[in-house]
């Protein structure tokens, strides 16, 4: 196996951001804004161990790291194998559906991974559509049914290829018997 050469921190930082992205759109909290505070307003003064567990970021309890959140799809939308699922969430939304997102990471190909998304989601019913915009993705499409539950269920699918894995972001809303 050939030795593996260092990433640089751009790059490092480059293959992070999708990740980054994909946890705040699928609902992990973020730190609070630094700013001045009101000298009336302030509290005892903090520890140091305080001051750091404060700065962690909270999770909406819909979120996972590095697994499936309770109540995800995984038949329907589960990571193909030699996958590693970086996050995910799942809300149960007033109507019955799941409001769902997963990122995940693979050294499968770009179409193979759209390639077996497509063909998990056709066979449930979903119908590809023709008019998705890719920008600035290797790929990118969505998947949209129509039940007899009503409302109508999408998936949508993005793929970053950096050469050497893909980074996956998948979204959506979706129905599945409990």
Do not use: N
Not at 93 to 103: A, F, I
Not at 135 to 161: C, K, N, P
């Amino acid at each position: 196996m050939p030795p593996t050469r260092p990433r640089s921190p751009a790059r490092r930082c480059r293959l992070a951001a999708p990740v980054v992205a994909a946890l705040l759109v699928s609902g992990c909290g973020v730190l609070p804004a630094a700013g001045p505070q009101d000298a009336s307003s302030a509290g005892p003064t903090p520890s140091a161990s305080e001051e750091v567990a404060s700065a962690m970021p909270t999770f909406d309890p819909s979120s996972a790291v590095a697994q499936y959140a309770p109540g995800f799809p995984a038949e329907l939308l589960g990571a193909p194998k030699k996958a590693t699922v970086l996050a995910s969430s799942a809300t149960r939304t007033e109507d019955g559906r799941w409001e769902v997102s997963l990122s995940l990471s693979t050294t499968l190909g770009t179409r193979k991974v759209m390639r077996r998304y497509a063909d998990r989601l056709q066979e449930a019913g979903f119908e590809e559509s023709d008019d998705v915009d890719a920008a600035g993705l290797s790929a990118r499409t969505a998947f949209l049914r129509s039940g007899d539950q009503g409302g109508t269920e999408s998936v949508l699918i993005g793929v970053h290829d950096d050469g050497e894995r893909r980074l996956v972001s998948l979204s959506g809303m979706v129905r599945q018997d409990a």
